[in-house]
């Protein structure tokens, strides 16, 4: 009678292990995913907040990652190289989400740079960057957010165990030729975003070399300083709605493949 009792108890208990077991190295993942991920892994964002999103992303993920996801071991050495190989793999997929909060920032500051606007507010926000940089990273994240991120990240997560098997360390050669990929694409989006700034002041300071020359006694400086700036917000103005959708089609054909094809 006492047996028949606690049977049901023991068996929620293994059943409780076993969730458990499955969801432990689905978690490591995405826990070192998280601390960079764009929007939710901010430095801004507290870490019991980062903590709280881990677990809720590994109670959406774990379900349909239980047929690919093999047992928790016990022994310590498989133990840590479970652990390991998932934080390795959960990193890689959070820098290459990061590269693209980079691509804003490096295409805010050479739009900054180019329309003599890098120094106003050079210190805001965590990372010390223009404030070009800064209102294109915030309306990015913000784009981001509001386009479904929480849900393409889930789908991120899933479709990751396909290009980072479980429990197994990523090939070096691999992931270096992978990682190299993505830096190529982040620095060519980010001057594909910046080329209106720049071809502006080629022409801008050529204009004024050539100002210059025919009038020598005029101060162009008085003159070209104002003109640049304002000439700079005006081009912010106008291409950032069209560059901010430019910049979250290529984060979202990321996401859907991480292993495509640079744009």
């Known amino acids: 009678m006492i047996l028949d009792i606690f049977t049901p108890l023991l068996d929620m208990h293994d ?4 969730i458990i077991a499955l969801g432990f190295g689905v978690f490591v993942r995405i826990g070192a995913m998280m601390a960079l991920v764009p929007a939710f892994g901010e430095q801004v964002v507290p870490g019991r907040i980062r903590l709280v999103l881990t677990f809720a992303f590994t109670a959406i993920t774990a379900p349909a990652l239980a047929p690919v996801m093999p047992p928790a071991p016990t022994a310590p050495g498989p133990l ?8 390795v793999a959960g990193l890689a997929l959070g820098i290459g989400l990061r590269l693209f909060i980079m691509a804003l920032q490096i295409a805010g500051t050479m739009a900054a740079q180019a329309t003599s606007l890098s120094q106003f507010f050079g210190g805001a926000g965590v990372d010390p960057q223009p404030a070009m940089a ?3 990273v915030m309306a ?3 784009l981001a957010v509001t386009a479904g991120l929480h849900v393409t990240l889930a789908e991120l997560i899933i479709l990751s165990y396909s290009v980072f098997p479980p429990a197994r360390f990523p090939d070096a050669a691999s992931l270096a030729e992978w990682g190299l990929a993505q830096t190529v694409r982040a620095f060519s989006l980010a001057f594909t975003l910046a080329m209106p700034f720049v071809i502006l002041s080629l022409l801008f300071y050529v204009a004024l070399g050539a100002i210059n020359k025919a009038m020598p006694q005029l101060m162009v400086a008085f003159v070209g300083a104002p003109a640049i700036t304002w000439a700079g917000l005006a081009i912010l103005l106008l291409t950032a709605p069209l560059m901010l959708p430019l910049w979250h089609d290529r984060f979202g054909d990321f996401i859907a493949d991480p292993t495509g094809p640079l744009p």
């Open 140 to 142: 990015g994240l913000a």
């Open 134 to 136: 800064q209102v294109l």
């Open 80 to 87: 840590l190289a479970l652990v390991m190989a998932e934080a």
């Open 15 to 18: 059943d409780l292990m076993s």
